[in-house]
């Protein structure tokens, strides 16, 4: 209680309120048109995507080796490598087959952000305000998650036009979407990139590859990065390929509201529309190996569960951490104000020792008053 009081106090003197829009970007998301290509110190092409590039993003690709973007310039950007992210590879192994159980249905709510995106071959365009064929795209994942006995809600609320405030947009739609109490939310998209990099051919059919994407910019960061990398693992236990990688991206993507959002890149412009619909209904197969579907019914099947093998949901996971990250963002944010409002940190101390011995004090007395 000290603690939030201090916090509230250091608010207080600030006078600037966080806001949930603070960690919306201020910028387009993606290119006008066109991609970005990244290389590697040796040349060699790692990503390409038309979603925007910044120094300090990350990519996670297909074999789980992670890179690091160190410079852009125009659409050519260059990387580092980082690791192998060998928790993917393990977790993928220890995956099974998993359908859901035979209990209250659990619901899974399908928006657009970018509700204009299209697939050329079946709309001969790569978009159509209002119309984007990306929508069927969510029909068809909403279909198999059903056949699967999900419950499913698939939003077509419009969020155009495709500019910078698109996300503010569906933003609204996804706190709608809250109210219902989804498990997990998915973000369908398309992305801008040669066909090469998303083509690709799964038990004999034509598939679009998928690209998770996760926003480095919001306190949930840390779970739904965890979360990716077992939606990934997932898919690669039962088709591997699916998923080309996780891009760990400048901007939120809403996912600061709730650490099991995910937005899902099906394919590129040039794919066909089939193939993106057989693809997301791939990653609806996918779905109860890397959502926890009912913990005692699972544990009644399996026996007697080691306390320390229970399954933790995401949320779980980084709690800690993602409040440590709150809390320190807060703090420095609060002081780097009073320092700029007062010109230098004797003064920024000064006014906080006023504050609390007088200011801080007349309004804990109020309290004590009215109560």
Request: hydrophobic residues 40%.
């Amino acid at each position: 209680m000290r603690l939030l009081a201090f916090l509230i106090a250091l608010l207080l003197v600030a006078g600037s309120p966080m806001a949930a829009a603070n960690f919306i970007p201020d910028n387009m998301d993606e290119l006008d048109s066109g991609y970005i290509t990244v290389v590697n110190d040796s040349g060699a092409i790692v990503m390409q995507t038309g979603i925007n590039i910044r120094p300090g993003d990350q990519f996670i690709n297909e074999e789980n080796q992670l890179y690091e973007i160190t410079a852009v310039e125009g659409t050519l950007a260059n990387a580092r490598f980082i690791r192998t992210e060998n928790d993917i590879a393990m977790e993928t192994l220890a995956i099974p087959a998993q359908a859901p159980a035979e209990t209250t249905p659990q619901l899974i709510a399908i928006y657009h952000t970018h509700t204009d995106e299209c697939y050329i071959s079946h709309d001969g365009r790569s978009t159509i305000p209002g119309k984007g064929s990306i929508m069927l795209v969510g029909d068809a994942f909403q279909q198999r998650l059903e056949e699967l006995g999900y419950r499913v809600t698939h939003s077509k609320t419009l969020h155009d036009p495709h500019d910078a405030n698109a996300y503010q947009r569906s933003r609204r739609t996804f706190m709608k979407l809250l109210n219902e109490q989804p498990v997990a939310l998915f973000d369908i998209h398309r992305d801008s990139a040669p066909l090469n990099v998303y083509s690709t051919t799964i038990n004999g059919k034509p598939a679009a590859k998928l690209l998770l994407v996760v926003g480095r910019q919001n306190q949930n960061r840390t779970t739904t990065l965890n979360y990716a990398k077992k939606i990934k693992a997932a898919t690669d236990a039962k088709y591997r390929g699916l998923v080309r990688g996780i891009f760990i991206a400048h901007g939120n993507y809403n996912q600061d509201l709730n650490p099991r959002a995910m937005l899902v890149e099906v394919g590129t412009q040039y794919n066909s529309l089939d193939a993106a619909e057989y693809s997301v209904a791939l990653l609806a197969d996918a779905v109860p190996s890397f959502l926890k579907v009912n913990t005692q019914a699972s544990a009644a099947a399996a026996g007697p569960v080691d306390a320390e093998s229970t399954d933790v949901t995401p949320a779980e996971e980084s709690y800690g951490t993602d409040m440590l990250y709150i809390i320190g963002a807060l703090i420095v944010g609060v002081l780097g104000y009073l320092y700029l409002s007062t010109g230098s940190w004797s003064e920024a101390k000064n006014k906080l020792n006023y504050f609390f011995k007088y200011e801080f004090r007349d309004i804990l007395a109020s309290r004590r008053k009215r109560k």
